[in-house]
Structure formats: structure tokens, C-alpha cells
């Protein structure tokens, strides 16, 4: 997961290529992954995921140690479903998420999409935003 862009002939998801299903698919297999061995990223941006024969997470930060690991994932989750919101549906990106997160995680990430819209780097229309908002807390 830990290279250095500049060496690797990638794409990102603000890059003019077609990110197509099946990096959507592996950026959750991998976040997933990363979870389930207690790494947490805490900072997902759309500029974090490189995409070349496999997808690549990138620019790990720092994660508060005393916040809960719930929280970290919930967290790094939200991030993750709105950095694809301009490549996908709404409805097709927390489709995907639910393969590899429970119920339970979507709906506490859901708690996190009005703080992350705030973000210089995550701006959703209200309408996209709220349709987000009403899946992932199904």
C-alpha cells in the first residue's frame, strides 16, 4: 500500500479516466482490510486512492490512539463513499460499501457526511448529499 506516487503510472479518482466498478470494488476490499488489521487512515480524500494493476491507499495519517476504532473506521468509510460520489451513483457506491461493511458501520459513517462535506476537499450537492445521507442510514 506505501509507495510513492510519482514512481507508479496510476490514475486517480480526480484524473479524466474512467474508474470503473472494479476499483470501486477493490478500494473497499482494501479499506477493509486495512480495518480488519486495526489500521485507520484519517484522512481519505479522492486524491488518496491510486488506481494501477491493483488500487492503492495512499498518504496514511495519523489517527487520535484514543479515539474508538468504530469511529476511525465509521470515519474512514464516509471519506471513502464520497470521494467516488462524482464517479458513481449514490446509490451504486453504498452498494458496494455494504458488501464489505455492515449496517451497522454505514449508518455511524452516515454521521460523519455533514462534517465531511465541509471539507475544502469533499463539496457534494445538497441533493446528492441527502440522498447519501438517507441510503446509508437505511
Not at 488489521?37 to 488506481?51: L, V
Not at 460523519?112 to 475544502?120: A, C, M, V
Not at 445538497?126 to 437505511?138: S, T, V
Request: a positive charge; charged letters at 30%; one cysteine or more.
Amino acid at each position: 500500500w506505501f509507495f510513492v506516487a510519482e514512481f507508479l503510472e496510476t490514475d486517480t479518482p480526480n484524473s479524466p479516466i474512467e474508474v470503473s466498478e472494479e476499483h470501486l470494488e477493490q478500494t473497499f476490499q482494501q479499506l477493509s482490510r486495512m480495518h480488519r488489521k486495526k489500521i485507520f487512515h484519517g484522512d481519505i480524500k479522492p486524491e488518496n486512492f491510486i488506481f494501477a494493476d491493483q488500487v492503492y491507499i495512499m498518504d496514511l495519517g495519523h489517527f487520535l490512539e484514543k479515539a474508538p476504532q468504530k469511529e476511525k473506521r465509521a470515519y474512514d468509510l464516509a471519506c471513502t463513499i464520497a470521494s467516488f460520489l462524482g464517479h458513481f451513483p449514490v446509490s451504486t457506491v453504498v452498494k458496494m460499501a455494504r458488501k464489505y461493511y455492515t449496517n451497522r458501520d454505514i449508518k455511524r459513517a452516515a454521521d460523519y457526511i455533514e462534517l465531511i462535506d465541509r471539507r475544502p476537499d469533499f463539496k457534494m450537492p445538497a441533493d446528492k448529499k441527502e440522498k447519501l445521507i438517507r441510503l446509508m442510514q437505511r
